[in-house]
């Protein structure tokens, strides 16, 4: 399971954060537009399922929250959290 600090979607200021739970259903898959139109592909976008989602206190507030405002943390963490991790694939061998 993944894990992601969001912007509360109930807060209008945006200062209040949510940590979210999630995982990820799929990776997507990038786009091929360098070739032949009809050999292009647009690709398939990451999919996620949020699990939880925490506010300041520590309580899980996913069940509180409506369709759009799960749609909009979402749409946050699918702009925003690095699906790659960060990791090198450089095993060391030269």
């Known amino acids: 399971m993944a894990s992601y600090e969001a912007h509360d979607p109930r807060d209008s200021t945006r ?9 990820i259903d799929s990776y997507g898959a990038p786009a091929r537009t360098f070739c032949l139109p009809e050999d292009s592909d647009p690709g398939e976008p990451a999919e996620i399922t ?13 069940s509180l929250l409506t369709t759009e405002q799960q749609e909009a943390i979402e749409s946050e963490v699918l702009e925003n959290f690095d699906f790659d991790g960060g990791e090198d694939d450089w095993d060391g061998d030269l």
């Open 15 to 23: 200062e209040r954060m949510l940590d979210v739970d999630f995982t």
């Open 50 to 62: 949020l699990e939880a989602a925490f506010d300041i206190t520590g309580a899980d507030v996913l």
